[in-house]
């Protein structure tokens, strides 16, 4: 074989086992948190996989990312340091006024640029932490943003964030949010529409015409206030419907619910209660498989599996036993070949049979936190504490237990946590893997560490 034709061969068995993608928006191109890249590490070094770079400047908030086109999208705050190195001044108060959609280089690490959205979130009393909680939406050269205020904006990423146009969920709306830690859903790109969740009593979901934010229809049959979730779409025998929970919140009836609207005129296929009482650990996005669709809560929740009939009618498969097994406050949980993988309450580990609902093994000791946040790729789970430790862990349903690769703690820990009105918050941004990259967020600090060999 010549030498040419033994370069090219050697080039495509490379490509066959390296597969790069980008993650253009919450959990990544289908919300499932699955990444379908490959040729990844499948064990770490001592110390963890190689930094690339670190971002230093995201400021206040939770907020997890959007890679698209050699670019990583975050929301974050301007950020001034107080004398003692914290980002409050002596009473306690965020030194931060604004928040921003920030674009960082893939690369480099280096900021492209940030575009205002609004002022800061934040609420009287609060101690879990102030700034924006979702993640941007990038759709071909336009990108969507909600703050915690309900500043929905859409900009232009080919003209450096410049402003198209913006709604405000609340004012422009009539929007309800369940409580008041703040508008924390993702938006949806479906096709020509901007699909969001202001909740309220002119409907739950709302579509909006991605180019001008006009709106083309809202859930009217479902009223409930907002959760802090974020939707999924999919196809349930021929239907395209938008999966999303929500908080029915009257005077002697507030309980939970999941529903399936309508993509095409909003109207409500199918309701069911997730739980049946003062609840604001709504947070998990709904997971699909097939014409199923699983659901967990938080806070005392628990976990449901509803099988969706042709008529689109849902009926409940766990048993009242194993509907408490897994309850996922927040962090969200991944399904991989037929086992649903993440945080439960209280402070374990889990992987949960989908079918049966059974626990098939949950770990207290290893990774032990309050909560965790969860992606996976190429059969391996992405486990971040919210005391800012990483795990590799297999994806694997062996009833011996969990288990655990590799392990790293990034480099810089935020000085945030812990201080006036974020007293009492962790780290709760998702991580995400992108382009061969893992990326993981610590409030103002971004980290990309290279997980291919």
Known sequence: MKKGSLAILCGMLIASYTVADDWPQFRGPDRTGVSKEKGLLKAWPKGGPKLAWTYKDAGLGFS?????????????????????GLAFDGKGLALAKDEYVIAIDEKTGKELWRTRIGILYTYKGNFYGDGPRSTPTVDGDFLYALGGQADLVCLDIANKGKEVWRKNLEKDLGGVIMDKYGWSESPLVDGKHLICTPGGPKGTLAALDKTNGNVIWRSAGLTNNAPFSSMVVADIHGVRQYIQT?????????????SGISAANGKVLWTQTIFTNSNDGISASPVVAGN?????????????????AKGQTATEKFSKAMQKKVKNTHGGVVLIDGHIYGHSEPGMWVCQNLESGKVVWDERQTLSCKSGVVTAAEGMLYFYTDDGEVGLVAADPDPAGMKLISSFTPPQKSAIPGNGTSRQ???????????????LRDHEYVFAFKITP
């Open 425 to 439: 918050s962790r780290i709760w941004a998702y991580p995400v893997v992108a382009n061969g990259h893992l990326y």
């Open 64 to 84: 997890s990312f959007a890679v698209a086109k050699g670019v990583v999208y975050t929301l974050g705050t301007d950020l001034a340091f107080d004398a003692k």
């Open 246 to 258: 929500s908080y029915h919140d009257k005077p002697g009836d507030i309980h939970g619910e999941v």
């Open 292 to 308: 199923q669709v699983y659901v967990t809560a938080g806070f005392g929740g628990g976990c449901h599996l509803f099988e969706i």
